[in-house]
């Protein structure tokens, strides 16, 4: 987002479908959107949210937008569409009076250098009952810590040391600045980013014991961002707590065609495993039909050592091809690269030598309908150097 960032020149802010990881800040937002909303939406960007909340949800969208080309790309999605800095304007007169019943101001107050009078003119935009929606960059996060542990403070374009953030929060700091200003929170939710998905590329199982529980220690220690739903009035009990947020996780990233397909048509599907559990069950669907299926696995986006324990191919509840720990290799892949296999005690032990090792999965070009569901049950133990 973009509402207020200085001058045309400055970095242009373009968000792709879908999150970074498993999670994704805009897609928690757009839950808590009723459908049918009058909505005011800062800083639309280049309008990626403003379709969503359009086309998606049948919303009727203002908003207020800094720079003027990428206003420009919000404006097919906007009933009205204002250009100015947020800091400066007087957004009731700006916007003729309209009321709404949300507000969207995601991932905008952190850059603003005094939030509180911003806050103050929102509340007089809300309808009766409505609510903002706020997103923030949370600057307690285990990535950003163990920079600054290293003595590392680097701002970029984007992310939690953007260039242009003027204001950093905790999910503490957020909540004084609402209560300051009158607001009260209804919901909180963390947004998850692997470490190694963020700017800060940390890998959690390489450090030393002490300094990996120490980071975890905060139950939301891998929460990137906050997000709460406020309204004018208080909530009828204090809002839940939101669930924990540290474990970190690895993708499994699972590319599927059709044997006589070039090897550059191939699709992805991914699911996310969690860095330091031995056993753990992930699923993946092929949504199309494969008549003579190529299945290639990368089983991690990293060095380290994975536990297979079985993979298995299910459709309408009939499995069409399995391998258990015990079976031979060769059953299990027909061809691998950049990693080695070793049977173990209750698994087959997958050594991974870089981030894009993979294997083939030896299905003989299994033929499989629309929506066959991939299990894997493997294990990632803590320690890179663990013995079968």
């Known amino acids: 987002m973009s509402g207020t960032t200085p001058g045309p020149s400055a970095h242009r802010y373009e968000r792709a479908p879908g999150g970074i990881g498993p999670d994704d800040s805009l897609q928690r937002l757009a839950a808590w959107v009723a459908p049918g909303s009058t909505v005011l939406e800062l800083g639309p960007a280049s309008g990626y949210f403003t379709?969503?909340?359009?086309?998606?949800?049948?919303?009727?969208?203002?908003?207020?937008?800094?720079?003027?080309?990428?206003a420009e790309q919000a404006r097919p999605y906007c009933r009205r569409l204002v250009v100015g800095d947020l800091a400066q304007l007087d957004l009731d007169a700006a916007l003729g009076g309209a009321r709404y019943r949300v507000i969207v101001a995601?991932?905008?107050?952190?850059?603003?250098?005094?939030?509180?009078?911003?806050?103050?003119?929102?509340?007089?935009?809300?309808?009766?009952?409505?609510?903002?929606?706020?997103?923030?960059?949370?600057?307690?996060?285990?990535?950003l810590v163990a920079a600054l542990l290293e003595g590392r403070f680097e701002y970029r374009d984007e992310g939690l040391l953007d260039r242009s953030h003027l204001r950093f929060f905790t999910r503490d700091s957020l909540a004084a600045l609402l209560?300051?200003?009158?607001?009260?929170?209804?919901?909180?939710?963390?947004?998850?980013?692997?470490?190694?998905?963020?700017?800060?590329?940390?890998?959690?199982?390489?450090?030393?014991?002490?300094?990996?529980?120490?980071?975890?220690a905060s139950p939301h220690a891998l929460c990137y961002?906050?997000?709460?739903?406020?309204?004018?009035?208080?909530?009828?009990?204090?809002?839940?707590?939101?669930?924990?947020?540290?474990?970190?996780?690895?993708?499994?990233?699972?590319?599927?065609?059709?044997?006589?397909?070039r090897?550059?048509?191939?699709?992805?599907?991914?699911?996310?495993?969690?860095?330091?559990?031995?056993?753990?069950?992930?699923?993946?669907t092929l949504p199309e039909a494969l008549p003579r299926s190529h299945i290639r696995l990368n089983l991690a986006d990293r060095t380290g050592i994975v536990q297979l324990r079985a993979v298995r191919i299910e459709a309408g509840g009939e499995v069409l091809w399995r391998w258990q720990a015990g079976a031979e290799l060769a059953e299990l892949a027909v061809l691998y690269d950049g990693l080695s296999l070793a049977q173990a005690p209750g698994h087959a032990r997958a050594q991974l030598h870089d981030g894009?090792?993979?294997?083939?999965?030896?299905?003989?070009?299994?033929?499989?309908?629309?929506?066959?569901?991939?299990?894997?049950?493997?294990?990632?133990?803590w320690t890179e150097d663990m013995s079968p």
């Open 179 to 216: 209560a300051r200003c009158g607001l009260h929170a209804h919901d909180w939710a963390p947004v998850f980013r692997p470490l190694l998905e963020s700017e800060f590329r940390l890998r959690l199982e390489t450090l030393p014991v002490a300094l990996r529980e120490a980071l975890l």
């Open 263 to 284: 090897d550059d048509s191939d699709r992805e599907a991914i699911a996310w495993g969690e860095v330091g559990r031995d056993v753990q069950l992930l699923r993946v």
């Open 356 to 381: 894009q090792s993979w294997l083939l999965l030896a299905t003989a070009e299994l033929p499989l309908p629309a929506g066959a569901t991939l299990e894997m049950e493997l294990g990632w133990p």
């Open 51 to 70: 379709r969503r909340l359009r086309d998606g949800l049948g919303c009727t969208v203002d908003a207020v937008e800094l720079d003027p080309a990428m």
């Open 106 to 143: 995601a991932d905008v107050i952190e850059h603003v250098a005094h939030a509180e009078p911003v806050l103050e003119q929102l509340k007089t935009l809300l309808a009766p009952g409505g609510m903002l929606l706020v997103s923030v960059p949370n600057v307690a996060y285990a990535g």
């Open 225 to 261: 961002q906050w997000l709460v739903r406020a309204g004018l009035e208080p909530p009828p009990a204090p809002p839940a707590e939101p669930p924990p947020c540290r474990s970190d996780a690895f993708p499994l990233r699972v590319f599927y065609r059709n044997a006589d397909e």
